[in-house]
């Protein structure tokens, strides 16, 4: 094993979709503000990285997405307003999304894909290893797999993903990864990736989701990677070209960016991109809370007994 020599404490978050699954919400707000019950996803998304001890967030945002910086800045009128009515309780949650951690914005000008949104971030990252994570995957705080993930990295070096294991025929909408077992049951080497294959294609049933530990030599292949699937740049391709350099060298010390793991995750995870698992996220969170899901129970209770 290798050690990592820098402690990660830098995340990046895409933010930069137009949220086309969506319409006609995100014809004007950005889908990363959609309320998750009464927070917007993204934050829930900044409270992860956070959590893992990540508290140097850069977000790579487009055009038509300034709310998402309103949103982690201090908004005094409002704080002003809810102060003078002694209000404390909201005070707090306002002045929460400000003080979560340092943030950073940089704008990707061409919507040219996930790899070269991470690319955006390296003027920012440096020479450091470092987290993306993807705003439309909200992993339950229950389950810390980032924390779990920047552990595997710092013991072991190199690049670590997170798979999940999905039905055979939904392999197709993931990047896939074809993987050797390690000594810890939760970890695995990664040994192949392919973005988006046929179910007859695909080396394994192990789906890419939205979490990345980088080691920061996946600047230099991003750079030279040619569009792929979609016509974009695919953060997979070049986690695949990273992976196969490191099993063909002849040294395993680094400098060629290290190995590929994958922390295999079974815990609590909703996909907030798709409209069917946003509405069943917030249903779960709102049942979960314990100022709203008692009553919210009952009624769901209810309502779905009329129905059937």
Known sequence: MTESPVKITKAVIPAAGLGTRFLPATKATPKEMLPVVDKPAIQYVVEEAVAAGLDDVLMITGRN???????????????????????????????????????????????RGLGHAVLCAAPHVGREPFAVLLGDDLIDPRDPLLARMVEVQEQRGGSVIALMEVAPEQIHLYGCAAVQATEDGDVVKVTD?????????????????????????????????????????????????LAATHESAADAAGETGGPVHGVVFTGRRYDTGDRGDYLRAIVRLACEREDL???????????????M
């Open 193 to 241: 990736l392919v973005e988006k294959p046929d179910t007859a294609d695909a080396p394994s049933n192990f789906a890419i989701i939205g979490r990345y530990v980088l080691d920061p030599h996946i600047f230099d292949i991003l750079r030279t990677t040619e569009p792929g699937r979609g016509g974009e740049i695919q953060l997979t391709d070049a986690l695949q070209q």
């Open 65 to 111: 997405k300034r709310p998402l910086e309103d949103h982690f800045d201090r908004n005094y009128e409002l704080e002003s307003a809810l102060a003078k009515k002694g209000d404390e309780s909201r005070l707090a949650k306002v002045q929460e999304s400000s003080d979560l951690a340092t943030m950073h914005y940089v704008r990707q000008g061409d919507p």
């Open 293 to 307: 899901g008692p009553d919210f129970k009952a009624w769901l209770r209810r309502y779905v007994t009329e129905e």
